[in-house]
C-alpha cells in the first residue's frame, strides 16, 4: 500500500520559523549547564541515542468498559497503523520501533509488512501475546483463565497462541515476547492461589522452551482488572519469581499503570536491576489506577525518578542499556499521534533530566546523611527544563522543532479521515 508521510519540505519549513529561537534557548541552557560541569552536547547525542517502541494499539482511539468514541480517520489495519507510527516517528524522531499485538495486528503477509516497516525507517520490537479476549471462532474460551486454566486444553491453546506469536515475531525480526495474562479470580475461593501459579509456571515453562535463542520472554505484571479479587501474576514479586524460574532470558515488564496508586515503582526498578531482571517498560501515567494515561502527563516527578534509578543501574553495569522501552497507553480523548508524540517526549525528557543529576554530589550526600543536599540534587535536575536539548536533538535528526504543531499545519487526520471511512462501525483498533 501506498503509505502518506508528512513531508519533508513541510517539517523543514516549519523549523525554519522556530530555529533561531530554539538555538538561542539551546545556547542558554547549555551556558546554564556548562557552570554545573555539565556539556549539554554530550547530552543531547545521549537524547539522540534514546527510543522508545510505539504500540501498533496506541494509534487507535482507545475506550473504557462503558464506550469507545471512534476518531475520524483512525487506523484499519495493520498497515495503517504502520502508516500512524511513522507519522510519529518522522516527526520525533525517538520511535523508530513498533512493538504489535496478535491476534489484532494478524495478516498473512508478514514479510511485507517487515518490508513495508523497513521502507518507512521502522522495525518491530516486543510482540505482544492475546489471551484475555477469545477470538471469534475460538474453540476454547479463556472466560475462566488461560495459561493458568484448569482445563489442561485451555492452556494448550493459550500456549499454542504464544509460540505462534513468537514465529509471526520471526517473522517480523522481533526478538522479545511479552506475556500479560487476565487470569485470576472474582471472588475468595473460587481458585487455589498456589495451583493456578503452578499451572502459570508450567506454561510459562512451555512458551519459554519455544523462544529462539536471541530471545527474551517479558512478563508483564498487573494488580487487578480484569480480574478483581486476584490475579495470577499481579505483583512484581510473582514476575521475579516466574523470571526466575523459567531462566535468564525471562524478564520483568513493569507497566507503570499496573500498581496500586501509592507504590513506589521506582524502587521496584531499582530492585529488579539490581538483580538483572529488569526488562523493560510500558509507560503510561495514571491517578487512579490502570487508566493508561499519556506517559508524563499526571505525574512526571516519578516518570523522572524511575529514570534516576536506570541512570543509577547503568553506572552499576546493571546492564539497563537494552532494556525494552515502549509506551502502552489508551487515547480516548486525544489524537493518538499527538499523545504519542507529547509521550515519547516526556519520556526522553525524563531521561534527560536523570542525565544532568550531579552524581557525585548525591553520593555524597547519601554516604554523609545529608538529606537536604541529596534531595536537592534530584530536584535540581528534575526542575531544569530540558525542552530546548529535547528539541534540538529532533531536529539534528531531521525531526520536527514543534512535532505537534507540524502535524496539525499538514492536515493528516483530516486527510486520513477522506480516505479511511469506518469499516462497518468497527475498527482493529484501541484497547476497549
Ligand atoms: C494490560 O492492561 C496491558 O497493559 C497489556 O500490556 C496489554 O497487552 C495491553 O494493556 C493492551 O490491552
Ligand atoms: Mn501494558
Known amino acids: 500500500m501506498p503509505f502518506s508521510r508528512i513531508s519533508s519540505d513541510l517539517i523543514g519549513s516549519e523549523n525554519a520559523t522556530r530555529l533561531a ?6 545556547e542558554f541552557l547549555g551556558r546554564k549547564l556548562a557552570r554545573r ?9 545521549r537524547v539522540k541515542a534514546f527510543t522508545v517502541a510505539i504500540p501498533s ?4 482511539a482507545g475506550g473504557t468498559r462503558f464506550a469507545r468514541f ?18 510519529v516517528q518522522d516527526l520525533g524522531r525517538n520511535t523508530p520501533c513498533i512493538s504489535i499485538h496478535f491476534p489484532w495486528d494478524w495478516t498473512d503477509d508478514l514479510k511485507g509488512l517487515r518490508q513495508a516497516a523497513v521502507q518507512l525507517g521502522l522495525h518491530f520490537g516486543p510482540v505482544n501475546s492475546n489471551t484475555f479476549q477469545d477470538r471469534p471462532g475460538a474453540e476454547l474460551s ?17 500456549i499454542a497462541h504464544n509460540r505462534a506469536c513468537i514465529e509471526g515475531g520471526v517473522a517480523l525480526g522481533s526478538k522479545a515476547l511479552t506475556v500479560w495474562i487476565g487470569d485470576g479470580t472474582n471472588f475468595p475461593g473460587q481458585q487455589d492461589f498456589t495451583a493456578s501459579f503452578d499451572r502459570y509456571l508450567e506454561s510459562a515453562e512451555k512458551i519459554y522452551a519455544a523462544l529462539p535463542g536471541d ?3 517479558l512478563i508483564e505484571h498487573k494488580l487487578y482488572e480484569p480480574a478483581f479479587y486476584s490475579t495470577v501474576i499481579q505483583d512484581w514479586g510473582t514476575s521475579y519469581i516466574a523470571a526466575t524460574h523459567l531462566g535468564d532470558r525471562a524478564k520483568c515488564l513493569v507497566d507503570l499503570g499496573h500498581h496500586a496508586p501509592t507504590v513506589n515503582i521506582e524502587m ?3 530492585r529488579l536491576a539490581r538483580f538483572g531482571k529488569l526488562g523493560g517498560f510500558h509507560f503510561n501515567d495514571s491517578k487512579y489506577g490502570d487508566d493508561d494515561l499519556d506517559a508524563g502527563s499526571i505525574d512526571p516527578f516519578r516518570l523522572f525518578l524511575i529514570f534516576n534509578e536506570l541512570v543509577e543501574a547503568d553506572l552499576r553495569g546493571s546492564g539497563v542499556a537494552s532494556l525494552e522501552h515502549m509506551i502502552d497507553q489508551s487515547h480516548n480523548a486525544t489524537d493518538p499521534i499527538e499523545s504519542l508524540l507529547l509521550s515519547a517526549e516526556a519520556i526522553a525528557g525524563a531521561y534527560a533530566r536523570a542525565l544532568i543529576v550531579d552524581r557525585d554530589t548525591l553520593h555524597g550526600a547519601q554516604a554523609g546523611n545529608d538529606v537536604i543536599m541529596a534531595r536537592e540534587q534530584l530536584r535540581t535536575a528534575y526542575e ?9 536533538a529532533r531536529y539534528e535528526s531531521g525531526g520536527a522543532i514543534d512535532p505537534v504543531a507540524v502535524f496539525r499545519v499538514s492536515g493528516y487526520r483530516e486527510d486520513r479521515a477522506r480516505d479511511r471511512p469506518a469499516e462497518g462501525g468497527a475498527t482493529s483498533a484501541g484497547i476497549v
Not at 21 to 26: F, G, M
Request: with cysteine; hydrophobic share 40%; charged share 25%.
Open 268 to 270: 521496584i526498578v531499582a
Open 21 to 26: 529561537a530554539l538555538q538561542e534557548d539551546y
Open 215 to 217: 530471545w527474551t520472554l
Open 70 to 87: 471512534p476518531l475520524a480517520g483512525e487506523p484499519r489495519s495493520v498497515w495503517e497503523k504502520l502508516e500512524d507510527c511513522s507519522v
Open 384 to 392: 531544569t527544563p530540558m525542552g530546548p536539548v529535547l528539541a534540538m
Open 142 to 158: 479463556y472466560k475462566y483463565g488461560s495459561l493458568t486454566h484448569t482445563d489442561r486444553h485451555v492452556q494448550e491453546q493459550a
Open 57 to 60: 494499539w496506541g494509534v487507535g
Open 37 to 45: 560541569g555539565l556539556s549539554i552536547d554530550r547530552i543531547k547525542e
